[in-house]
Structures are given as structure tokens and as C-alpha cells.
């Protein structure tokens, strides 16, 4: 900056300003490292207690156990208040005390129920120590917490749908996780904590489809899986770039790939013969449906992904109208799947519309320099192309064919790329 200043670029006022930016970002900006550990760290630490005390509990009375039980969690309270009074402002001290806490929470709930023979299962334990373990994520403003709440709460959906057959309570459940991720959406788009709770939430959304939305018909379902990967490839189109990294924008790669997925497995001809919006007998009673909640989920899935497709096409953003049409396409297909013409109809379409998506992608990469539209778009046509040469009665010599063409392609346009892209810089 001195040097700067002494050729006349900059002024000293601004060389002082320019300083003074960077050296509120390093204040702001904690150590990745050292927060990581901390959470290793206390997880370890946890983890060595609860051994410690397993190794003698037999020959324990159980007022000693009762005392002992309570230890990790009342060390914890200590700890944390100590760290909200001095360390608030030390991400790794509150990421450490909120896995601790979290940790002890769960020991203290295991070894009290062992004390006192308390019969319960997996389902209740688990449900009980996330709901104790939740107010940790805002009062020490935790991502870690966060994250072990996503989970937990995850686990507790797949366990009551194996037990129960649904598990409606996943929805107002993780719908309190969401203002903490506002709030960190707000304060910076782009920080790793964003990243990391993002790439959680999309995926437990995905869980909470395929498990807690029960009840209701297998169309119903798909339509609603579909409804939740547009919304989540709205909500990266609308608030980040397209040019960043791939883990930095995990609800707009989920989304893109969850679609890509579906909509390759709905090229199939066969599972369309177990997809229908057809009631099934367990379920016929409207009234007991309509009770559940589930048909409410499923309704308000496509209504809020529609809101953000509009917000998304009012920016022009182009690539959620392609992946849009595959909704319309897929309630089409379920008009037509009752017999064997229709399901040719509907997988033909598919078909086509997946090497479009693909073919668009591929343009788009070429016209524009980017390697990963191209080999997207690549990837795409390969996988319908292989697919569909797996399901004919072809040779291993046309399929070795197939093989080497696509492989040949894949690395000249590369090669292509490269080259252009060197004689542009």
C-alpha cells in the first residue's frame, strides 16, 4: 500500500480505508481450523466421559449414577454460561460449548433412563433429545447445534415412518430451524455456515418427502418431489451465482440434480405402471386424509415452488422455465399411464425432453465458455442414450460402439473448449 501511494494510484486517505476494510474482514472472518477442532474436540470429550463412567456403572449405587448422569450436562451449563458472558463473540468457543451441550443432553437422557429402567424406544429418545437439544442452536447461535438438530430430527422421521407408517410432525419440526438459517442467510450470503446448513436442509427436505409425507398416492408423491427440487433450483437462481463453486450453492446443485434424477427415472416405461393419482384402499376415506395433513403438504409443495419459478422467470432466469415443463409433462403422464399406449407416450416424452434439457445444456456451454453447462449438458445425453441402449436387445459390439462414440465426443469438445478458451485469454 506505501508503494501505492508513492506512485500516486491511491491517496493516503484511501490506502488507510482500504486497510482499515481488510482489517474488519480478518476480525470477522473466524479460523476454520480452530472452530473445527473445537467441535472435534468437545465431541471427543463427551464421547471420553460417557466411557469413563460406562467402565465401573455396574458397581455404581444409583444416587452416584443419578449424580454422575447429571455431571456432563451440568458441566455444559457452567461452560456455556461462561462462554455467552466472556466468549459470545468467539465462534469456536459457542461452536464448541453448543456440541458439548448437544452431546450432553443425549448422555444425560440415556444414562437416567438405564438408572431407572425406563422403558421407551429409539423413536421417543431421539424425538425427546432433539427438542432439549433445539434451544441451543439460537441462544449460543449455533450452526453445529443446527446441524445435530437436522439430523436428529431426520432420523426421527425415517424411524416413525418404519413404526408408524408417517411422520407429519417432520414439517412444523424443521420449519424451526429455518428463521436461524434466515438469519445467517441475511447477515452473509456467502459464509461457510450458510453452506453447510443449506447443504443439510435440502437434503433432509428430501428425506421429509419421501417419508413424512404419507398417505397419499404415489403420483401425489412424485409430484411433490418434483415441486420440492424446482423450488430448491429457484431459490439458487434467485439469490446466488451461477458462477460459483459447486458446495457453495447446495440448494441450486440439489435441486438440478434431484431433477435430473427424477426425470431420467420417469423415462422408464415400467414405473409408470406403479405410479397413479389413483386413491388407494387404505386411504379412501377423504375426511381421515384430509386429517393428516399430508394431502395440505403435498398441495402447498407445487404451490410454493410456482411462486418462486415466477420470481425466478421475472430475473429471466432461464434454466428453471426448461426444468419447469417437466411438471406439466409428468401430471400429463399420469392421465395416460392407465394403459400400455399411454405409457409409451409418456416415456417417448420423457425421453425426448431429457435429451433437450441435455442438447441445451451442451449449446449453452459451447456458446458461452463454460465446462460445466457442456459437460453437464454431456452427462445428460449420455445417460438417456446408455440407458435406453441397456433396455434394447443390442450386441455388446453396438453398445462398445455407443460407448466409444460418446467417449470420443465427450473429450473432443473438451479439447475444443480448452483451446478456445486459451485463445480468448
Not at 423413536?123 to 437439544?133: A, D, E, P, Q
Not at 397419499?216 to 433450483?233: C, D, R
Not at 422455465?321 to 400400455?340: E, R
Request: glycine share 8%; net charge positive.
Amino acid at each position: 500500500m506505501p508503494l501505492l501511494v508513492e506512485k500516486g494510484i491511491v491517496s493516503d486517505q484511501q490506502s488507510k480505508a482500504i486497510l482499515e476494510h481488510f482489517a474488519q474482514q480478518n476480525i470477522k472472518k473466524p479460523n476454520t481450523a480452530i472452530v473445527a477442532f473445537s467441535i472435534i474436540g468437545s465431541t471427543l470429550l463427551a464421547a471420553g466421559i460417557i466411557l469413563i463412567l460406562a467402565h465401573n456403572w455396574s458397581n455404581l449405587s444409583r444416587a452416584i449414577r443419578i449424580c454422575i448422569s447429571y455431571l456432563p450436562l451440568v458441566v455444559s451449563q457452567i461452560i456455556g454460561f461462561w462462554v455467552i458472558i466472556k466468549k459470545r463473540d468467539s465462534i469456536a468457543w459457542t461452536e464448541g460449548i453448543a456440541a458439548f451441550g448437544f452431546l450432553s443432553i443425549g448422555a444425560t437422557l440415556s444414562l437416567v433412563s438405564q438408572t431407572y429402567h425406563i422403558q421407551g424406544d429409539f423413536r421417543s429418545f431421539i424425538f425427546n433429545w432433539m427438542l432439549l437439544g433445539f434451544p441451543l442452536v439460537y441462544l449460543y447461535r449455533s450452526t453445529t447445534a443446527a446441524v445435530f438438530y437436522i439430523v436428529s430430527l431426520t432420523a426421527w422421521a425415517i424411524a416413525e415412518k418404519v413404526a408408524l407408517h408417517g411422520s407429519l410432525g417432520y414439517w412444523p419440526l424443521i420449519a424451526l430451524i429455518v428463521p436461524y438459517y434466515i438469519m445467517r442467510f441475511n447477515n452473509d450470503i456467502h459464509s461457510k455456515i450458510v453452506t453447510i446448513i443449506g447443504w443439510f436442509l435440502s437434503i433432509s427436505l428430501i428425506f421429509g418427502v419421501f417419508w413424512a409425507i404419507n398417505d397419499i398416492t404415489e403420483g401425489f408423491k412424485v409430484i411433490s418431489l418434483i415441486a420440492l427440487f424446482l423450488g430448491f433450483l429457484s431459490i439458487g437462481l434467485l439469490y446466488f451465482k451461477d458462477e460459483e463453486s459447486f458446495w457453495m450453492v447446495p440448494f441450486s446443485r440439489v435441486g438440478l440434480l434431484g431433477l435430473s434424477v427424477v426425470y431420467v427415472v420417469l423415462s422408464y416405461r415400467d414405473v409408470w405402471k406403479h405410479l397413479s393419482f389413483t386413491q388407494r384402499p387404505e386411504v379412501m376415506n377423504a375426511v381421515g386424509l384430509l386429517k393428516t395433513g399430508n394431502i395440505t403438504i403435498s398441495i402447498l409443495l407445487p404451490i410454493l415452488s410456482i411462486i418462486l419459478i415466477y420470481k425466478s422467470v421475472k430475473i429471466k432466469k432461464w434454466p428453471i422455465l426448461l426444468y419447469s415443463i417437466g411438471l406439466p409433462v409428468a401430471l400429463i403422464g399420469f392421465t395416460l399411464s392407465d394403459n400400455d399406449l399411454g405409457r409409451v407416450i409418456i416415456t417417448s416424452g420423457f425421453n425426448l425432453y431429457v435429451l433437450l434439457c441435455g442438447l441445451l445444456y451442451l449449446i449453452r456451454g459451447i456458446k458461452y465458455n463454460s465446462g460445466k453447462s457442456m459437460n453437464y449438458g454431456f452427462v445428460m445425453i449420455a445417460a438417456i442414450v446408455i440407458l435406453r441402449f441397456f433396455d434394447a436387445d443390442l450386441t455388446f459390439i453396438a453398445r462398445g460402439l455407443v460407448f466409444i462414440v460418446l467417449g470420443i465426443s465427450f473429450l473432443g469438445a473438451n479439447i475444443y473448449l480448452a483451446k478456445r478458451k486459451a485463445r480468448i485469454k
